[in-house]
């Protein structure tokens, strides 16, 4: 049986509130996080996936699986 590994990538944000996460993860920020998803993927031959956490001074989370597909 083949042992199946992969990476899992977390960006997590603080937020007032959720309306602002569109504006937290700017432009230039998706792209860094993009070219880091990239690297890890060739560096280590595995699939990589990576999840953006958001939260609120009430400490709710709330988590985008898969965030940069």
């Not at 937020?15 to 700017?26: E, M, P, Q, T």
């Amino acid at each position: 049986m083949r042992n199946s590994c992969e990476v899992l990538l977390v960006e997590v944000k603080s937020l007032s509130n959720y309306d602002w996460l569109v504006f937290r993860v700017g432009l230039r920020q998706k792209i860094r996080l993009k070219r880091a998803l990239i690297y890890i993927q060739t560096k280590f031959n595995l699939p990589v996936r990576f999840h953006l956490a958001a939260v609120t001074k009430g400490e709710e989370i709330e988590i985008l699986a898969d965030f940069l597909s």
